[in-house]
């Protein structure tokens, strides 16, 4: 799968400041890019994935940035909620697109703080 | 929304025994997989299945795997001779064409 780095692995904030999260990547084939969140004792869920024809997307309180010169991108999450907390991943799948097995690092633990 | 179900969401077994886990895909989706995910680490990768055939399986799934889709909306996956090391979560995932994998809440697999 590919190589992707994670940062931070845990992020804590304050209710309603903002979150970013920053993912790494060493393919430049690829074109896909999606976020993932996992709360307590519930199966990844995506929340926002960006293709690499667009450089940002945004919904309601959640966008991804790509930087496809850099080879990163984003989350941002802003007006932090309680439920925002939760385990968040960008596997990128196997082969650049969205079709192949996708390979999880760490990823994120954001906790916000009421 | 349609979602990815699985069943049971606990499963408790004893060492040595064979365990089903069972998924039921969102319905138009054609690709299926499995991951594991065991406490406190990565979820990996297991097998993905297309068009009735696996399409590709990572390096933990042997022999003592298998999966099938017995009928048009099941799809399980199957542990034979289960080792302790086998507890974890288990998640089945779908999607459709070039669409991003949809995944179920798991299957938690406890063996004593």
């Known amino acids: 799968g590919e190589n992707v780095e994670q940062h931070p692995s845990t992020l804590s904030v304050q209710e309603g400041d903002s979150a970013v999260i920053k993912c790494t990547y060493s393919?430049?084939?690829?074109?896909?890019f999606p976020w993932y969140k996992q709360e307590l004792g519930k199966g990844p869920q995506l929340i926002i994935d960006?293709?690499?024809?667009?450089g940002e997307k945004k919904d309601q309180r959640i966008a991804v940035t790509l930087n496809k010169t850099a080879k990163h991108f984003s989350l941002h999450i802003t007006e932090t909620q309680p439920e925002d907390s939760a385990v968040y991943f960008c596997?990128?799948?196997?082969?650049?697109?969205?079709?192949?097995?996708?390979?999880f690092g760490s990823g994120t633990q954001l906790t916000v703080l009421p | 929304e349609p979602e990815v179900t699985q069943t049971p969401s606990h499963q408790v077994t004893q060492m040595g025994q064979e365990v089903i886990l069972r998924c039921v895909p969102i319905?138009?989706?054609?690709?299926f997989y499995w991951y594991r995910q065991i406490l406190g680490q990565k979820v990996e990768f297991l097998v993905s299945?297309?068009?009735?055939?696996?399409?590709?399986k990572s390096e933990i799934f042997d022999d003592q795997f298998s999966v099938e889709r017995p009928d048009g909306s099941n799809f399980t996956l199957k542990i034979r001779s289960t080792k302790l090391e086998d507890s974890a979560m288990y998640f089945c995932?779908?999607?459709?064409?070039?669409?991003?994998?949809?995944f179920g809440d798991g299957t938690r697999l406890s063996i004593l």
């Open positions: 995932a779908s999607r459709d064409g070039n669409q991003p994998q949809h």
């Open positions: 393919d430049s084939a690829s074109n896909y």
């Open positions: 960006i293709r690499s024809n667009v």
């Open positions: 596997p990128l799948p196997g082969g650049g697109g969205s079709a192949r097995q996708l390979t």
């Open positions: 319905s138009n989706h054609l690709y």
């Open positions: 299945f297309y068009n009735n055939e696996i399409s590709e």
